[in-house]
């Protein structure tokens, strides 16, 4: 897969400029393709427009040569954001005691997706969520998709 081969050319050559790969995503809409990075800084998981300007001229450079993708495509370079995807392990405990939906590949308890809390990674590697209802323990391979949840950090004033 062409995200694939991206974030693996991209994963080191980032993290040597100081920054973390948090996603990449190759969107089509009517034949125009968009190439989105999101990233951020590994010393304070921040990112602003000076950021983005010059991992674009970075990735830019790095993707000229690499050539993954034969048609033309717009480059959009990114932080997370308030819903910041948690994409990696690490994330579940980075991001403890912060409210996350995440949606598991198939049901638990009657039902795919949980809000909660973020409460770490337990000591087997399954990640920790406090819902409503009930103490879950998750694998990390079970999970489809993951996120801050925007809407709890916006009531509560959590900028991430």
């Known amino acids: 897969m062409v995200e694939e081969q991206i974030r693996d050319s991209l994963l080191l050559r980032l993290k ?23 990233a951020e800084r590994i010393k304070d998981k921040k990112m602003d427009i000076e950021d983005c300007a010059f991992l674009s001229k970075h990735i830019s ?21 308030l ?18 939906k995440i949606v598991l590949k198939e049901k638990f308890l009657g039902k795919r997706t949980y809000k909660g809390f973020l409460k770490g990674i337990d000591k087997n590697g399954k990640i920790l969520l406090e819902t409503d209802k009930h103490k879950i323990k998750i694998n990390f391979l079970e999970i489809e998709k993951a996120n801050i949840d925007p809407n709890w950090a916006m009531e509560n004033n959590q900028f991430i």
Do not use: C, W
């Not at 690499?66 to 954001?81: A, H, K, M, N």
């Open 83 to 100: 819903a910041r995807p948690l994409t990696i392990i690490d994330d579940y405990e980075t991001f403890k005691y912060n409210k996350a």
């Open 16 to 38: 040597k400029l100081g920054y973390h790969l948090i996603r990449v995503k190759l969107i089509t809409v009517n034949t125009k393709k968009t190439l989105q990075i999101m």
């Open 61 to 81: 450079t790095f993707l000229e040569i690499d050539d993954p993708i034969s048609s033309s495509y717009l480059l959009e370079v990114s932080s997370g954001g």
